[in-house]
């Protein structure tokens, strides 16, 4: 726990694509003085593009910020940034290059740095451009997948969140065709117990309900149209209710989510990305948020990418952004307030013929 002097949570936020629309979203995020009144911003990033993108948006000189060497020197109440790219770095919005690419992943190399030595406590990532970042510090095919590299966590789960619905992947950034060979038993039992965990500790939900998706259409229609829904989910979820979760499933998407149904449970494990993504989307246009639970680290981004078709327009919505800093500081404080309570659980006594065991009986157990 790393707080500035008054008290406030460090929120590091890369600042993603440097030509598509992070910077917009930022800024317009922190013109809002009030999200300085919940946590201290730390960009890692560029004063010179962010002087560039505050010209680009009305009310946006406004906004100062502190440079800083260094993120232990980050002051509250202000917007820190924290130089990690060229100063002759050359900003063209709307456009893919290696240059902007090169960057992304300075700054997030930069931040996730910072966040093992304790010197931030959040990360807040804008969006990246998967293939021009691609160099030999980010080899991978998203951020989920770069963070379980660095922090070696037990199983990082892709979970996007949003007011009315919380939805956690199966697989990832994986070509389609390969969905259902990667699927398994296995894999599926471990995003729930993903899935689970984080929504205990970091949501504070005591026993949550998790809806599970089928693989195809009309989840199987009892094996005409696939055999995965009774070979591997169903089994999957029996396994997991022995293990004491509230699983419920396989249902077949489309019916699912057309009829509301979702609205009964805490989270909806989806098989593949877009099976979960674009029901998500739809429900939450404005305000979801991509978080990676299952880290050791609280990490949320924006549930939008890059937008190099409106960069440098002024006509980004802050909205994602902005629900992606308070996501990951209710998180922080909803996981620090469950570690401490957890840290020394009472010990457990079978109390037999209805006779109450003291804490005085207890401590003299103990000693014995």
Request: negative net charge; hydrophobic residues 40%; aromatic residues 8%.
């Amino acid at each position: 726990m790393n707080l500035t002097m008054d008290g406030k949570i460090r929120v590091g936020i890369t600042h993603g694509d440097i030509n598509g629309i992070g910077y917009e979203i930022i800024v317009k995020t922190f013109m809002d003085q009030r999200t300085l009144d919940i946590c201290t911003p730390v960009i890692y990033g560029s004063s010179k593009v962010l002087r560039y993108y505050k010209k680009n948006i009305p009310g946006g000189e406004s906004l100062s910020f502190n440079q800083i060497r260094n993120a232990e020197d980050a002051l509250p109440r202000k917007v820190n940034l924290l130089n990690c790219v060229e100063d002759n770095i050359r900003v063209e919005p709307g456009k893919s290059d290696v240059v902007a690419g090169q960057a992304a992943a300075a700054s997030l190399n930069a931040a996730v740095r910072d966040i093992r030595e304790g010197k931030i406590d959040v990360l807040v990532t804008a969006p990246i451009n998967k293939a021009n970042i691609q160099c030999d510090e980010f080899d991978f095919t998203g951020h989920t997948e770069f963070l379980d590299a660095n922090f070696h966590d037990t199983e990082p789960l892709m979970m996007m969140v949003g007011d009315s619905v919380r939805v956690g992947l199966t697989t990832i950034h994986i070509p389609l065709s390969e969905v259902s060979s990667r699927v398994n038993s296995e894999l599926i039992l471990k995003k729930l117990r993903a899935i689970k965990r984080s929504l205990v500790s970091d949501f504070s939900i005591r026993d949550p309900k998790i809806a599970v998706l089928s693989l195809n259409p009309h989840a199987g229609d009892d094996g005409l149209l696939g055999s995965e829904e009774k070979e591997v989910i169903s089994p999957a979820v029996i396994s997991a209710n022995d293990e004491g979760i509230l699983a419920f499933g396989p249902f077949a998407a489309d019916g699912f989510f057309g009829s509301g149904a979702f609205a009964k449970y805490d989270a909806v494990l989806a098989m593949y990305h877009d099976q979960g993504l674009a029901p998500f989307k739809a429900l939450c246009p404005e305000s979801g948020v991509n978080f990676t639970a299952g880290l050791s680290i609280v990490r949320t981004s924006p549930a939008h990418g890059v937008g190099y078709d409106i960069a440098g327009k002024n006509l980004a919505d802050p909205s994602s952004f902005r629900a992606a800093v308070y996501s990951a500081v209710d998180i922080w404080n909803n996981r620090n307030i469950y570690n401490r309570i957890t840290a020394n659980p009472l010990k457990h006594y079978k109390v037999e013929g209805g006779a109450d065991i003291s804490v005085k009986d207890i401590e003299t157990e103990e000693e014995n």
